[in-house]
């Protein structure tokens, strides 16, 4: 689908991708020659990105998104629909860790409910907002961005090593997979293949850059499930070494 203009590139849309593992996503896509969005709330850390990227050679464009919001996330639609009249990939990105403590039993009730609204109701809000472009696609492809947190088999492996103790984002990335899921199993007789992708420990702003991988690193599993073939897997979790155990 790669070409010089419109009709004939893929064109991407990557939710959070003003900063971080999203950036390294809009970059590594925009290497294969995709016309790329850059998804992002903040108007001044947008416009900057893709001026960054832009830079880099990548054929990107700004999106004012905010996955919170129904009137932006339709705005975003419509203008990735003025724009090219299709999307060909959707990389949901945008996440939040939420605010502490979350341990359960001292956590702010709203801290939860904080993460749940962008990482997985957010996923649903875009997702739906973009399906009719992604059904005009000969190839469309989702990807949602969770984390091995979210794996309930690492969560109780003995002696495994799977963070702090979350009662916010960790589940909000287990609904995410179940999420995930229940999309692939309604768009199965769909050509649309949409998979849940772990980047890894990554260090990000998201942990205060703690991670031991680079973004870079965290954006290859999602460059690869975006460029999955036709008939490719459908409703998995990746990461790099290959399926990650719910």
Do not use: H
């Not at 020659?33 to 054929?59: N, Y």
């Not at 403590?101 to 709203?110: G, H, L, N, W, Y």
């Not at 199965?188 to 949409?194: A, K, P, V, Y």
């Not at 975006?226 to 990746?238: K, M, R, S, Y």
């Amino acid at each position: 689908m790669n070409g010089q203009n419109t009709s004939e590139q893929t064109i991407a849309l990557v939710t959070g991708a003003n900063k971080g593992i999203g950036y390294e996503i809009a970059a590594g896509l925009g290497a294969l020659g995709w016309q790329v969005g850059v998804g992002a709330r903040d108007e001044e850390r947008r416009e900057s990105a893709v001026a960054k990227l832009r830079a880099a050679g990548v054929d990107a464009f700004g999106v004012p998104l905010d996955v919170t919001d129904d009137a932006s996330v339709t705005a975003a639609a419509e203008r990735i629909g003025a724009r090219a009249g299709r999307l060909d990939v959707l990389v949901n990105n945008a996440g939040i860790t939420g605010s502490t403590p979350q341990t359960p039993t001292t956590v702010d009730v709203a801290t939860v409910r904080a993460a749940v609204e962008t990482n997985v109701i957010g996923v649903i809000r875009v997702t739906n907002a973009l399906l009719p472009l992604l059904r005009r696609s000969s190839s469309p492809r989702i990807v949602n961005m969770s984390s091995g947190v979210g794996s309930l088999t690492r969560q109780t492996a003995p002696g495994g090593d799977t963070g702090p103790i979350s009662v916010a984002y960790a589940p909000s990335k287990t609904f995410l997979n179940a999420v995930t899921v229940q999309y692939a199993k309604e768009l199965s007789d769909t050509n649309i293949l949409i998979n849940a992708a772990c980047p890894g420990y990554c260090a990000t702003d998201l942990n205060g850059f703690r991670g031991v991988r680079t973004p870079e690193q965290g954006a290859a599993i999602a460059i690869r499930l975006a460029n999955l073939p036709d008939g490719g897997t459908t409703g998995g979790f990746f990461d790099d070494e290959g399926e990650v155990p719910w």
